[in-house]
């Protein structure tokens, strides 16, 4: 029975693990450096044992055969993202937050020990190109409301709209446009910044807000505190968003389930900022005029300006830190496709920076830390999505033409990938405070890894001569809609995954029953292939959206009519609807629903919900105007922002049923 022995022993080692794992999530501080380091260096060791056995004990013998060529060509695709794995390690082994700093720092401008105190003016640029009225309303006023007055709005409107030109009038903003859109949305801001800089008194920095991000009142004040070192050229905050991002809104979790770059701007991006190498991610950024104008504004050699900054700015000498404090809050791509296009958009970015002077190994200033900051983002886009697609693929051979991709036996498989797989798992879930959950991030890769797999590639070979596309926002979203073109790889994929797991069990033609043990690995392996695939499919089939706010904190409020009045509970909120728990007021009822912070606002009663009624809203200018600020401009930080297990299961189950109802 040397079998159940090992087996038994494999498992031993395995529970060990668990319980080691258990044990430092425990009383392990995710803030300290020391403990991060040591976790991150025994994920790194483990990660070592797994690829070193995977090298020397898993693949074929080399030579001029199939099995030869795809068990080496997938080891060497997990070998690409194992690098990763550990340059991520050692970048997630330290991290920084700034608030206690800027706390210390508060309008240092005020204080005597930095001379006549002079308060900076702040130029805020708005880039525009094709958005929306109702899109840029709330970012302006967003921008005027903020609790810092010396500041001046500036919309750089490249899709020269005569109505957004009045707009700006009416609104006292200033309005700019420019002969032409060369260099897309860096150029338009350079355009602004050699404008300003011909002024008799050119601001002292610059914000940067995409035409969809709105900020909250200490945006300014805030990050405006980081500029007491005198060295500091850039200062980056997260973005947040609220509304759910497609994954989010798909699959039903956005009330479950934090948004896709939750843990990039939350850990990722303080983890860099302690190596000092904390990136310009281009809208909710503030900068200094005259570290901008002294490398001659934004550079255009890459479509992503913001990244490309930051590494002409740090070649200057000048740093670049990130305030981990929720200060704006915009729109996630609403659509599947708008949201894989800026993937791929960032993707063909950071080759072209590969390709210029400022990759890893080009003829520049950049310190060895810069340039592995580039390198790991390269090495990110290049390998990852590329190693899901091909976990997912690979299996496929076993089963259609005998070819064994992974030859280990399950005990092997136990000792080896278990530990490092489980110790990564506690170590990411540890300093994300489990906002990664494994199935569900490995949707998220999948579902833009054709297109991004094939941008990074061709990045590569070819890094310029490719056109900016913009990111779609607002549109109706009212309908469902299957996303067929991206949906059709991976219901492909899951046809041939379940054809060939069932010609395995039924028929002795194809399935190679010679591979012993390792047939249980591949059986294991196509059973969580196929679980992955569904989650993408379902994820390609998109809902209908409305925008809500107050959805998981009903308020009270008075409805007044002629024939009802009364105290009631807001259970959802927009700018122009509402939602009444707990009444049933008659249709075409017509009164006025006081609102706090936004007072009597006429309404009419459109009909009954499944727990009240539904009302239409018809604010003023003033109202409207106060409902902007108040959704967007004050609180915390919107939406998710970490996994709310119980709740995680139930959408899931919700969202099952209701694919399940239509049809």
């Known amino acids: 029975m040397p079998f159940l022995g090992d087996l038994q022993s494999a498992f031993v080692l395995i529970a060990l693990v668990w319980a080691i794992s258990m044990i430092v999530k425990i009383y392990a501080d995710p803030n300290s450096n020391p403990h991060r380091a040591l976790i991150f260096g025994i994920s790194a060791l483990l990660a070592l044992r797994y690829i070193f056995w995977r090298a020397t004990e898993t693949v074929a013998p080399i030579g001029l055969t ?209 190596w000092g190498v904390a990136f310009c991610c281009g809208t909710s950024s503030v900068m200094r005029f005259r570290a901008v104008a002294e490398i001659g504004g934004f550079p255009t050699e890459s479509i992503t300006e913001d990244f490309m900054l930051t590494l002409v700015l740090q070649d200057h000498g000048w740093k670049t830190v990130y305030l981990n404090e929720a200060l704006t809050e915009g729109l996630a791509p609403e659509g599947l496709k708008e949201y894989v296009t800026q993937r791929a958009r960032w993707c063909l970015g950071l080759m072209q920076i ?69 110790w990564s798992l506690m170590a990411i879930s540890l300093v994300s405070r489990g906002g990664i959950i494994p199935i569900l991030n490995d949707v998220t890769q999948l579902l833009g890894a054709v297109p991004i797999t094939a941008a990074a590639v061709l990045g590569l070979i070819k890094p310029h001569g490719h056109g900016f596309k913009v990111t779609a926002k607002g549109g109706d979203r009212s309908k469902v809609v299957v996303q067929w073109q991206l949906m059709r790889p991976f219901l492909i994929g899951l046809g041939l995954t379940i054809v060939g797991l069932l010609i395995g069990i039924f028929s002795d ?81 017509e009164g006025v629903l006081h609102i706090r912070g936004v007072g009597d606002v006429k309404a009419l009663v459109l009909g009954t919900s499944a727990d009240g009624v539904r009302v239409e809203l018809i604010p003023d200018d003033t109202q409207l105007r106060a409902m902007t600020m108040r959704f967007y401009t004050e609180g915390d930080a919107p939406g998710v922002i970490s996994v709310r297990g119980s709740a995680l299961f139930r959408d899931l189950a919700r969202r099952l049923s209701f694919n399940a109802g239509r049809r």
């Not at 890893?360 to 592995?372: A, Q, T, V």
């Not at 925008?547 to 409805?559: G, L, S, V, Y």
Request: charge should be negative.
């Open 354 to 422: 590969a390709r210029s002077d400022y990759g890893p190994f080009g003829n520049s200033g950049l310190r060895l830390r810069d340039r592995w900051s580039v390198a790991d983002s390269v090495i990110f886009w290049l390998s990852s999505f590329s190693f899901r697609l091909a976990a997912i693929y690979f299996p496929l051979l076993y089963w259609f033409f005998n070819v064994i991709v992974v030859n280990a036996s399950l005990v092997d498989v136990i000792r080896y990938f278990g530990p490092y797989y489980l």
């Open 66 to 274: 199939v099995d030869a060529l795809a068990s080496w060509s997938f080891l060497l695709i997990e070998f690409m993202a194992m690098l990763g794995s550990f340059s991520s390690y050692l970048m997630m082994s330290r991290t920084k937050e700034r608030s206690s700093e800027v706390d210390q720092n508060f309008k240092w401008w005020e204080k005597p020990e930095h001379g006549t105190p002079h308060r900076p003016h702040v130029a805020i640029l708005i880039a525009t190109y094709n958005e929306d009225l109702e899109v840029l309303e709330r970012t302006i006023i967003g921008a005027q409301s903020l609790h810092y007055p010396d500041k001046t709005v500036y919309i750089l409107d490249d899709g020269k709209r005569p109505w957004l030109r009045d707009y700006c009038a009416a609104q006292n903003v200033e309005y700019v446009t420019r002969p032409d859109n060369k260099g897309a949305k860096a150029g338009n801001i350079n355009h602004a910044v050699r404008m300003l800089a011909q002024q008799e008194n050119p601001p002292d920095y610059l914000a940067v807000l995409d035409a969809d991000f709105v900020p909250h009142q200490g945006f300014l004040s805030r990050s405006l505190s980081l500029f007491h070192d005198p060295q500091v050229g850039l200062v980056q905050t997260p973005q947040h968003f609220f509304n759910a991002d497609p994954i989010q809104h798909n699959l039903g979790l956005s009330r479950s389930y934090p948004d896709e770059q939750r843990f990039f701007f939350d850990h990722v991006q303080p983890s860099r900022d302690a």
């Open 509 to 589: 033609r194809f399935a190679f029953y010679d591979a012993g043990e390792g047939k249980i690995v591949i059986l294991f392996w196509t059973i969580y292939n196929v679980i992955v695939l569904s989650m993408t499919v379902l994820a390609c089939i998109e809902l209908p959206r409305r925008e809500r706010h107050i959805a998981d904190t009903p308020e009270r409020a008075r409805f007044v009519s002629e024939t009802w009045s009364g105290t009631v509970w807001l259970a959802s909120l927009t700018r122009d609807t509402a939602r009444i728990r707990g009444h049933d007021i008659a249709m075409g009822t």
